[in-house]
């Protein structure tokens, strides 16, 4: 069945440094993947959409690696921030329905 | 930016009462909506595609009389839980957009209590 695996365990970092997040899936083949940003009680944010095609994107100080041999994504966030904190979700999307399938998020914990 | 408005943000039920959710867009028109649920510490859970002018498409194991979807115009989609059961409670949220590089966005939520 597919799948979608995103680290259970929170993400502790210091501020200023990189926060590397990880979004591994299994028996599926997305037309594109996205990143989207979950704060407690509220609705997610879309944040970044790559296309299979494409190994790399990049926004502000957002980073989104895909790689479809390996079937995973890296999500980075350079220089981070307090306000960074907050629960990472991946979902992907097949080309046959476009309609996203969620991970189960991690949480970044992002230290002063 | 698009915007989905979500009401209300929180509600309280008795067992067995129904509770009735919006979802507006409200500067873009949405042919269609999708509703989700999310317990604590989970992922997103797809429950049903709403179309505007038509039935919706429910997931599996979403029973769709429980779970009543009207997508009566295009800015506006409404969920109903009816005869709602404190198995019932968890945090409701809807969705509109495209399928291009703006993705999804999504309302702020309805965490539902059945008590």
């Known amino acids: 069945s597919q799948k979608i695996e995103q680290n259970s365990e929170a993400l502790n970092i210091q501020e200023g440094k990189t926060a590397t997040l990880t979004c591994n899936y299994t028996n599926y083949s997305p037309a594109y993947l996205q990143w989207y940003r979950q704060d407690p009680g509220r609705g997610p944010v879309f944040l970044l959409l790559?296309?299979?095609?494409?190994k790399e994107k990049r926004k502000e100080r957002l980073k989104v690696t895909f790689d479809t041999t390996l079937k995973q994504s890296l999500f980075h966030i350079t220089a981070s921030q307090p306000a960074d904190s907050a629960t990472y979700l991946c979902?992907?999307?097949?080309?046959?329905?476009?309609?996203?399938?969620f991970g189960r998020g991690t949480s970044l914990i992002v230290h002063p | 930016g698009a915007v989905v408005s979500q009401h209300p943000s929180w509600v309280i039920c008795k067992s067995g009462t129904s509770v009735k959710i919006e979802c507006r867009s409200l500067d873009f028109q949405a042919t269609t909506m999708f509703w989700y649920r999310q317990f604590p510490k989970q992922s997103l859970m797809l429950m049903a595609t709403?179309?505007?002018?038509?039935?919706?498409?429910?997931e599996q194991g979403v029973e769709k009389d429980k779970f009543l979807i009207n997508h009566a115009s295009l800015t506006l989609s409404t969920l109903t839980v009816t005869s709602a059961h404190p198995e019932d409670s968890s945090f409701y949220i809807c969705?509109?957009?495209?399928?291009?590089?703006?993705?999804?966005?999504f309302g702020s939520g309805t965490r539902l209590t059945v008590v």
């Open positions: 709403s179309n505007e002018g038509s039935k919706a498409t429910y």
């Open positions: 969705s509109a957009g495209t399928t291009g590089e703006d993705g999804y966005t």
């Open positions: 979902a992907l999307a097949s080309g046959g329905s476009y309609i996203p399938t």
């Open positions: 790559i296309r299979e095609n494409e």
